[in-house]
T-cell receptor, first 111, second 115 residues
Framework: QKEVEQDPGPLSVPEGAIVSLNCTYSNSAFQYFMWYRQYSRKGPELLMYTYSSGNKEDGRFTAQVDKSSKYISLFIRDSQPSDSATYLCAMSINTGNQFYFGTGTSLTVIP | GAGVSQSPRYKVAKRGQDVALRCDPISGHVSLFWYQQALGQGPEFLTYFQNEAQLDKSGLPSDRFFAERPEGSVSTLKIQRTQQEDSAVYLC?????????????FGPGTRLTVL
């Protein structure tokens, strides 16, 4: 079993829809949670960075962390065709040297 | 430069050849990470440097993989006697702080194809 599980999709939604992306994890020591966006043939781009449980909002993006359920989410409101990409969740422990990534969810927003 | 740069962007090697992949991190960043990303997968950790010290190489898949960062800035990942299973995108990331409890900023990656 991988430490971080993520549904690879693909996920296809109409423009303007609300998108929900999720990851689950098994290591209760994870404290830092990140969401990255990766366009085809590009490196991952940091979208959201959160510490411990709770919500964080940045424009159309909201990240949620539920440590009791070992479950994190990224919500995208008013989705745009430019949001079409692969979304990777990542997490780490306080004293760690690496990020643990999910497999990524492929999202297509249809105009 | 504003971001992490990597070179070459694409590399084709014949099985058995040695390759060297370069990473230029964001200026002043303390931490540097290498990841391997197979097709359709998330990045997998290879190794971590804090300044010039290689503090973690637990993710290197074999002794054919070697990384260095001699002056605490530019880093090189070297793969000896390449095999087909080494084909992947190799990503470099840097961070202004020590360890993995902070944001990491990624380069565009080097796509390695071993024939």
């Amino acid at each position: 079993q991988k430490e971080v599980e993520q549904d690879p999709g693909p996920l296809s939604v109409p423009e303007g829809a609300i998108v929900s992306l999720n990851c689950t994890y098994s290591n209760s020591a994870f404290q830092y949670f990140m969401w990255y966006r990766q366009y085809s043939r590009k490196g991952p781009e940091l979208l959201m960075y959160t510490y411990s449980s709770g919500n964080k909002e940045d424009g159309r993006f909201t990240a949620q962390v539920d440590k009791s359920s070992k479950y994190i989410s990224l919500f995208i409101r008013d989705s745009q065709p430019s949001d079409s990409a692969t979304y990777l969740c990542a997490m780490s422990i306080n004293t760690g040297n690496q990020f643990y990534f999910g497999t990524g969810t492929s999202l297509t927003v249809i105009p | 430069g504003a971001g992490v740069s990597q070179s070459p962007r694409y590399k084709v090697a014949k099985r058995g050849q040695d390759v060297a992949l370069r990473c230029d991190p964001i200026s002043g960043h303390v931490s540097l990470f290498w990841y391997q990303q197979a097709l359709g997968q998330g990045p997998e950790f290879l190794t971590y440097f804090q300044n010039e010290a290689q503090l973690d190489k637990s993710g290197l898949p074999s002794d054919r993989f070697f990384a260095e960062r001699p002056e605490g800035s530019v880093s090189t990942l070297k793969i000896q006697r390449t095999q087909q299973e080494d084909s992947a995108v190799y990503l470099c990331a840097s961070s202004p702080h020590a360890g993995a409890a902070n944001e990491q900023f990624f380069g565009p990656g080097t796509r390695l194809t071993v024939l």
